[in-house]
């Protein structure tokens, strides 16, 4: 095991002389082999070794034994030692993150938080890795989350990379390393636990060699996605234009160079990290014209022949942006839309009285459902009404104020507009007896 730690050092250049390397000790068989191997080469190295513990706040008595061991392992071999103490389950209860979730956030916000230039020694591993690998493919992932764990990210390092965890605690036995178990890891409740305990040792019933099998197929679309990123780079740098993008450039690349692209180009002009129905919006708009101006989260259109980011609080601003399943922005509006059943539905006219929940006929809809802004002399039919009337006077008579009338929300397909949030659905796209799949879309804002 030695051996494949100082290989995985070497080769992803993890550590150079004169590093300052903090461990994430929570005091398992992995963190306490990687603290045990880091100390016993650290003169070898020429690094300073340090560690940081986080009490979670969840599991009582037995996390405050677990913080005792390791403080204890610590003084016994010289190591600093950083504790945080978190209150995860009340911290998570406010954010809404799972508690897997925000236990690793605030672990890597502290452990980044102790020093700005030190590396983070984390000890996954290679099973960690393979129950990545499986947890993502759960979800649905593209090739860059088939690269599961990355060996080296920013200034975090995975030495035990290449490491199965059986050879951990083998090396533990052998070394006399003591090291304590988080109850926690014994229960399926958690996802990942479940993926440990339950479907990985299926896939080794099926190959016994599949830790091995997995890490081949991480490494191999590794490189590709490398490859990639690498050709995103140089397109995102052959269509800038100082804060614009040349969409004749970007029309001709492929897909795949395509998308992270424009994942880039959002995430550079807003530091938002997008989502794929925002970037596949964009492509849309740039590979086949779609509509004229786009409006995704981050607020991105088309014009004469450049994507570029715009605030859409001009009134001589006309901009849309196609409906999908799902929470999206739209200019100073939360929009989340939903396609139910109609069996879901106990009052077929009631739902009508809920003007700012819109209810449409999926079936009746023609071409792609849009939001966009309200533009000049458009008109509106709700059910019920006979004949058209002016959106303008329609604002008017409601007393939507002014400043909000030409960036208030319009639905349209592509015979016209099919539904205005306070003012109703047009009777081409009423939901009646015959309707079975429903759009269904809320409005936060207005």
Known sequence: MICKIRSAIEKFSMIK????????????????????????VKDEYGITLSAAHVNHGIRGESADADEAFVKKFCEKNSIKLHVLHADVPGIALKTGESHEECGRRIRYEFFESIDKDSLIATAHNLNDNAETLLFRLARGTGIKGLCAIPPVRGRIIRPLIECSRNEIEEYCKKNNISYVTDETNLSDDYTRNFIRHEILPLFEKINPSFLSSADRLIRAVRED??????????????????????VMVLKNAPDCVLK???????????????????????????????????????NFRVRKGMLEKFTPDNKNEDYSLYLTVGCTEFS??????????????????????????IFMDCDKIIGKLII??????????????????KLKKMFQEK????????????????????????FGVCKRVYVDSRSQRIWKVSFRGL
């Open 17 to 40: 002389k004169g590093d300052s390397v903090i461990v994430a000790l929570s005091g398992g068989a992995d963190s306490m082999a990687l603290a045990f191997f880091l100390n016993s």
């Open 225 to 246: 996605e490398d490859f990639l990123s690498e050709q995103a780079a140089l397109l995102f740098e052959k269509c800038k234009n100082n804060d614009k993008y040349s």
């Open 260 to 298: 992270r692209t424009i994942a880039a180009i959002i995430e550079k002009e807003t530091e938002i990290k997008p989502e794929s129905r925002h970037i596949n919006d964009i492509v849309d708009i740039i590979k086949n014209g779609g509509c004229k101006q786009i409006c995704a989260a981050a």
């Open 332 to 357: 100073s509006y939360f929009v989340n839309a939903n396609i139910i059943y109609k069996k879901d539905l106990t009052d077929t006219q009631k739902i009508h009285k809920q003007m700012l929940d």
């Open 372 to 389: 966009r802004n309200k533009r000049s002399g458009d008109t509106f039919s709700p059910s019920g009404f006979k004949g058209h009337k």
């Open 399 to 422: 007393g939507v104020p002014p400043e909000k009338r030409d960036s208030y929300p319009v639905l349209c397909d592509d015979l016209g507009i099919v539904a205005v949030p306070g």
